[in-house]
């Protein structure tokens, strides 16, 4: 079936993850809340790192860049949720939810990517410190992030090009947003194969992402062991704001990922709403992580705000 077909005879879906929410309004209000201060947050770092010429610099770039991904992945879904919770707008249309479906993979892939060039950039700074500015230009740094952002689009498209094809036997989405998973059991096919082929990307994606990360801390751990005091306490503060992103990431995946093979059988409400978190949580802990662990970005704001109070 084309694209064409497709959308003439499936002109949209209806969003049937809130139907067992008792206070969906309540529920709303509260990812309104969190999704406002996400966005925010993203957008003042974008702002102050753009506006800033000493912080044009490749760490400060991969900030920046890691605040777009956290726009791009946030806004891919959460607006649809709180149009179903607050305002009962329960469809969407076919071509509406494979864009949907589209930006969300794109944005969790490159969450992944993200904070590991991120760590990436870490060990380079603290194994080679003198040469970190020869070997990390602000060029290589935005080669680098547009090459991440061509494969994570690439994998992205990969899930149109098998759900456009199939054939559609109900409108109803069993979750609360357009994602692969939901829009594959709304067709007439055996979903296993495609849901095994989505397995092995994500766990290739997971399972390398990670572990570079790992691997990176790991060098990192030894440099420290033989650095001075004074220069443990200077590694250790660049990795912690990084280590919490990880943590925020990592976890909800890992958690949904042990449980399910240990067979522990989650209730739909409680494996989609890990699926929320594993949205919001790191959209909201990464602008502030860095906005209050970063120093150069921390004084800019202060300097900001005691501005305001001396114009006022």
């Not at 992205?156 to 759900?163: E, G, K």
Request: proline letters at 3%.
């Amino acid at each position: 079936m084309s694209l064409q077909n497709a959308s003439t005879k499936l002109t949209h879906f209806i969003i049937g993850g809130f139907d067992t929410v008792k206070r969906p309004v309540a529920v709303g209000v509260v990812m309104l809340i969190i999704y406002l201060l996400a966005v925010t947050g993203s957008l003042v770092n974008i702002i102050i790192i753009i506006s800033d010429k000493q912080l044009h610099k490749p760490m400060y770039l991969l900030i920046c860049n890691l605040a777009v991904v956290d726009i791009l992945y946030t806004s891919s879904s959460t607006p649809t949720m709180m149009g179903v919770l607050l305002a009962g707008v329960n469809t969407i249309s076919y071509v509406e939810c494979l864009i949907q479906m589209c930006v969300f993979q794109l944005g969790a892939t490159m969450e992944l990517f993200s904070l590991t060039i991120m760590a990436f950039d870490r060990l380079i700074a603290i194994i080679y410190p003198l040469r970190y500015h020869s070997y990390l230009t602000n060029a290589r740094i935005m080669v680098l992030t547009y090459i991440l952002w061509f494969v994570a689009s690439n994998i992205a498209a990969v899930s149109s090009t098998i759900v456009v094809p199939l054939p559609h036997c109900t409108l109803r989405l069993r979750y609360t947003f357009c994602d692969y998973a939901a829009v594959l059991r709304t067709t007439c096919v055996d979903p296993e194969k495609y849901f095994n082929q989505g397995a092995i990307v994500s766990f290739f994606l997971l399972f390398f992402t990670f572990t570079f990360i790992c691997l990176s801390y790991c060098v990192i751990l030894i440099f420290v062991k033989l650095a001075s005091n004074n220069d443990r306490m200077k590694m250790g503060s660049t990795l912690v704001s990084h280590l919490i992103c990880v943590i925020c990431l990592y976890c909800p995946f890992f958690i949904l990922a042990i449980l399910t093979r240990f067979g522990v059988v989650l209730t739909l409400e409680e494996r989609q709403g890990l699926s929320i978190g594993i949205i919001l949580g790191p959209s909201l802990v990464n602008p502030f992580v860095y906005c209050l662990r970063t120093k150069e970005i921390k004084n800019k704001i202060f300097k900001i705000l005691s501005k305001v109070n001396i114009a006022r």
